[in-house]
């Protein structure tokens, strides 16, 4: 161990520092794994309740519709909470609200009230929105140099609920005759309060006036052109992840391929969504942001260039697994990119605007990969996507030539 190394580790301010920041990490690692596992149950069961309690067929997907939209609209709110009071509160909030989910679909089920269903959806929403800002708390209590791992710890999680979810539903759904998921919905309660158990030891540094003030307009922060090429690239990769792994299961499907083929396929994209987590932090450190972005969009386009190739198993799996990776790679790096924007005092209120943009668009995504395959085939789905991938690549180009310039001026 070198000198200076040796000097730090016997710093006893410094070994309580990191014990605390490996605690938060810890805590946020496991919130991830529950919380992530109360959304698998939502996107497992929504659509199959609706279609059970709904008065017309057409209305059987609106409570994940819901979901989704409830997402978009309250990680502002989620965000402000943050800014006001504290991420902690801002968490204990969020995960309040998954508790209620859980208990208004039971109700719902047992009532079958379609509509308390899709109320419930909207607690659902606002869960995942507090949920999404897990990554940047662990960015929070950590050095500068080690942030980006810290974030991808956190989003490693969902390797866990990949696994954890799908349990949860298989075991807990038919334990109360004739209700289909009722147990499960309250399984799900139950885990997001053991969620905000874990939250409660999460020890974040307290908001400051300057924090509450918020830092400088927006309108200057959204002129920033690496902010621009952020925002564009989150919503690109979270964009067309969605967009092509909504249609998914279904084309497949309409190929004449078997249910088990589809659930294995996701299951294996789920997978390489969260796996890459474990190392992109270090890959982000050693490379840079922008370019593990780029790496991101290349996967993304190379899985719609397998899905054309052929209609058979093999190429809807190596498609789904590439596509996980890609967004993986092209999410994370994104939100480095956003931290790189914003001053100290502006963080939440950046970072909330940034969810708000990504999941916004990709609540368009998912109302429109349905239409678009039963209208013009699963071809078109993946011939459009190249569009929006153009875009993402040239909004990093242009920015890396600013930077450059403004270097050599």
Same mark, same amino acid.
């Given at each position: 161990?070198?000198?200076?190394? /040796?000097?730090?580790?016997?710093?006893?301010?410094?070994?309580?520092?990191?014990?605390?920041?490996?605690?938060?990490?810890?805590?946020?690692?496991?919130?991830?794994?529950?919380?992530?596992?109360?959304?698998?149950?939502?996107?497992?069961?929504?659509?199959?309740?609706?279609?059970?309690?709904?008065?017309?067929?057409?209305?059987?997907?609106?409570?994940?519709?819901?979901?989704?939209?409830?997402?978009?609209?309250?990680?502002?709110?989620?965000?402000?909470?943050?800014?006001?009071?504290?991420?902690?509160?801002?968490?204990?909030?969020?995960?309040?609200?998954?508790?209620?989910?859980?208990?208004?679909?039971?109700?719902?089920?047992?009532?079958?009230?379609?509509?308390?269903?899709?109320? /419930?959806?909207?607690?659902?929403?606002?869960?995942? $929105?507090?949920?999404?800002?897990?990554?940047?708390? $662990?960015?929070?209590?950590?050095?500068?140099?080690?942030?980006?791992?810290?974030?991808?710890?956190?989003?490693?999680?969902?390797?866990?609920?990949?696994?954890?979810?799908?349990?949860?539903?298989?075991?807990?759904?038919?334990?109360?005759?004739?209700?289909?998921?009722?147990?499960?919905?309250?399984?799900?309660?139950?885990?997001?309060?053991?969620?905000?158990?874990?939250?409660?030891?999460?020890?974040?540094?307290?908001?400051?006036?300057?924090?509450?003030?918020?830092?400088?307009?927006?309108?200057?922060?959204?002129?920033?052109?690496?902010?621009?090429?952020?925002?564009?690239?989150?919503?690109?990769?979270?964009?067309?992840?969605?967009?092509?792994?909504?249609?998914?299961?279904?084309?497949?499907?309409?190929?004449?391929?078997?249910?088990?083929?589809?659930?294995?396929?996701?299951?294996?994209?789920?997978?390489?969504?969260?796996?890459?987590?474990?190392?992109?932090?270090?890959?982000?450190?050693?490379?840079?942001?922008?370019?593990?972005?780029?790496?991101?969009?290349?996967?993304?386009?190379?899985?719609?260039?397998?899905?054309?190739?052929?209609?058979?198993?093999?190429?809807?799996?190596?498609?789904?697994?590439?596509?996980?990776?890609?967004?993986?790679?092209?999410?994370?790096?994104?939100?480095?990119?956003?931290?790189?924007?914003?001053?100290?005092?502006?963080?939440?209120?950046?970072?909330?605007?940034?969810?708000?943009?990504?999941?916004?668009?990709?609540?368009?995504?998912?109302?429109?990969?349905?239409?678009?395959?039963?209208?013009?085939?699963?071809?078109?789905?993946?011939?459009?996507?190249?569009?929006?991938?153009?875009?993402?690549?040239?909004?990093?180009?242009?920015?890396?030539?600013?930077?450059?310039?403004?270097?050599?001026?």
């Amino acid at each position: 161990m070198p000198q200076t190394e /040796a000097i730090s580790a016997a710093d006893p301010a410094l070994v309580a520092s990191r014990r605390r920041e490996l605690g938060n990490v810890t805590r946020l690692v496991a919130a991830q794994a529950l919380a992530g596992a109360n959304a698998v149950v939502v996107y497992a069961t929504g659509a199959i309740v609706g279609n059970t309690l709904a008065p017309s067929p057409a209305l059987a997907t609106l409570p994940i519709s819901i979901f989704v939209v409830g997402m978009a609209v309250c990680t502002l709110p989620a965000g402000t909470i943050a800014r006001l009071y504290g991420r902690r509160t801002a968490f204990l909030a969020g995960t309040g609200c998954g508790v209620l989910v859980g208990l208004l679909s039971w109700l719902a089920i047992l009532l079958g009230s379609f509509w308390l269903f899709c109320a /419930a959806m909207v607690f659902g929403g606002a869960y995942a $929105a507090v949920v999404l800002s897990f990554r940047f708390a $662990a960015a929070d209590c950590t050095s500068p140099e080690r942030r980006p791992r810290a974030m991808s710890a956190v989003m490693a999680g969902g390797v866990v609920a990949g696994v954890f979810g799908p349990q949860l539903v298989t075991h807990t759904m038919n334990l109360w005759p004739p209700y289909l998921f009722a147990a499960t919905y309250l399984a799900q309660a139950a885990v997001a309060a053991l969620s905000a158990l874990v939250l409660l030891g999460v020890r974040l540094p307290k908001p400051t006036a300057a924090d509450v003030a918020g830092g400088r307009p927006v309108s200057l922060i959204l002129r920033q052109p690496r902010f621009i090429t952020a925002v564009i690239c989150g919503v690109v990769s979270y964009l067309l992840m969605n967009f092509v792994m909504t249609a998914a299961p279904l084309a497949m499907r309409l190929c004449g391929l078997s249910q088990e083929s589809a659930n294995l396929g996701l299951q294996w994209h789920v997978i390489a969504m969260y796996g890459p987590s474990f190392f992109t932090g270090r890959l982000i450190t050693r490379f840079g942001a922008s370019r593990l972005v780029a790496a991101g969009l290349a996967l993304i386009a190379a899985s719609s260039v397998v899905g054309l190739m052929g209609l058979d198993v093999a190429h809807f799996w190596v498609g789904l697994i590439l596509l996980g990776v890609g967004w993986n790679f092209g999410f994370l790096g994104a939100s480095a990119l956003v931290m790189e924007c914003h001053r100290p005092e502006e963080k939440t209120r950046v970072q909330s605007l940034n969810d708000f943009i990504v999941f916004g668009t990709m609540a368009f995504g998912s109302f429109a990969s349905g239409g678009l395959l039963t209208s013009h085939g699963w071809d078109s789905v993946l011939w459009i996507s190249f569009l929006p991938l153009a875009l993402a690549t040239a909004a990093l180009i242009v920015t890396a030539m600013h930077r450059r310039d403004g270097q050599a001026a």
